[in-house]
């Protein structure tokens, strides 16, 4: 018996065909509302495929209370993809569709949708006795290049520790709202950078469209939830703290840059806001950061004594968390500094970050533009927004680490 597929995963067995032998990577695309699935399904159907079989799984989603407009483009989508599927020959590759309309509204949206497909994913690699095999999350308006599948199919292989990891990323910056899209681009990645910047260890981006997660691993943490937006964040925050996490730079996806509502937030969102204001995007100020750093280069030392010195923004937000508890707590679980380390930083974890980061811009440093931010972190006033993004892209293509414990 398998605990995780008995107790919390989706109920109900999708696929009923065993797959095929030696299957290490099934790709999971919940697909709602989508009028253009097809440019990514022969995106994908154009990589250079591995050598062992890979599966491909599409969630056509949507909720009991969707529109007949609605209803009607999904059942278009589903359409389409099957008149395509019955009409090719495929070798190392198999492509799979779920129906799953009718989702409670409560709960139907894109948490559910890859929940759905990732546990179906895991009944399938268990029918194969592959705990191993990658579980890799995309999006329906989502392309690749054509090492996408080889590239991450290579570095699984090459490094068998690694759990998890986050997929490099650019959208189209040559096309129409180009520039909404550069400046949501450049705050997703300014504000990675500024956490490393910061001396952060779990700065790692969490876009729904560009991470993988090994099927055993998925399991031991809860598997994915319900959250309608920001679903990514919340999972991959799960996996980071606890180490072999890394990121894949050798290949990238290329989300769609498009206005979107199906969201209550992302980049659809952010662009649509943008538009209407007819201003810049703001961010957070990178004076943030450097509190956040004086804190965290403390952070080895808190073993045997108490923080000294700390910036206000900091002090304020410990003070609120009841830090001296806290750390009072980690100690006395801790036998050696490096185990203290890491667990104060499965404490002060993405979230932990994310809400010091509110905190101190509510308090102390107000946003400002995202051009401006950008520029101060890197120290290079003299480029322009698209000119940062293209810097910012560069220095995380070269990145590529991983965070152990």
Not at 76 to 98: A, C, L, M, P
Not at 103 to 128: S, T, W
Not at 130 to 159: H, M, R, W
Not at 228 to 233: I, L, M, S, T
């Amino acid at each position: 018996m398998n605990l995780y597929l008995e107790r919390y995963a989706y109920p109900q067995q999708q696929l009923h065909s065993m797959p095929a032998a030696g299957t290490e990577l099934i790709i999971v695309i919940p697909c709602y509302k989508e009028k253009a699935l097809m440019k990514t399904i022969s995106s994908l159907r154009n990589c250079t495929l591995p050598s062992h079989h890979t599966e491909v799984i599409i969630v056509f989603n949507g909720s009991d209370n969707d529109s007949e407009e609605i209803n009607k483009i999904n059942k278009d989508s589903i359409g389409e993809f099957e008149r395509w599927v019955s009409t090719q020959e495929f070798k190392n590759i198999t492509f799979h569709s779920i129906c799953c309309f009718e989702l409670p509204r409560k709960h139907a949206g894109v948490g559910l949708a890859r929940k759905i497909g990732m546990d179906e994913a895991v009944r399938r690699f268990e029918m194969l006795g592959n705990k191993n095999g990658v579980i890799l999350c995309t999006d329906a308006d989502t392309l690749f290049p054509k090492n996408y599948l080889i590239e991450i199919s290579n570095y699984f292989f090459a490094q068998p520790k690694i759990q998890a990891c986050s997929i490099h990323y650019e959208h189209p910056i040559d096309q129409e709202n180009s520039e909404e899209i550069i400046a949501y681009e450049l705050h997703l990645r300014y504000y990675i950078e500024a956490l490393r910047h910061a001396g952060h260890p779990h700065a790692y981006h969490t876009i729904g469209s560009s991470m993988a997660v090994r099927s055993l691993a998925y399991q031991q943490h809860g598997g994915m939830n319900k959250r309608k937006a920001g679903e990514d964040f919340y999972f991959l925050h799960k996996l980071i703290p606890n180490g072999n996490f890394g990121e894949i730079t050798r290949t990238h996806t290329i989300p769609s840059p498009r206005l979107s509502d199906r969201v209550p937030f992302g980049t659809g969102k952010a662009m649509n806001d943008q538009i209407k204001q007819e201003t810049e995007l703001l961010t957070y100020h990178p004076k943030i950061f450097d509190d956040l750093k004086l804190f965290l280069q403390q952070i080895p030392s808190l073993y045997t004594q108490d923080a000294k010195q700390l910036p206000d923004s900091v002090a304020l937000f410990l003070n609120e968390q009841y830090f001296t508890e806290i750390v009072n707590n980690i100690r006395r679980h801790s036998s050696s500094a490096s185990i203290f380390t890491n667990r104060f930083y499965r404490w002060f974890n993405g979230f932990k970050v994310l809400k010091y980061t509110h905190l101190a811009r509510d308090c102390f440093y107000p946003n400002i533009t995202i051009s401006t931010a950008a520029a101060m972190l890197i120290e290079e006033k003299e480029l322009n927004t698209k000119e940062l993004l293209l810097y910012y892209r560069e220095i995380q293509k070269r990145h590529s680490a991983h965070w152990s414990t």
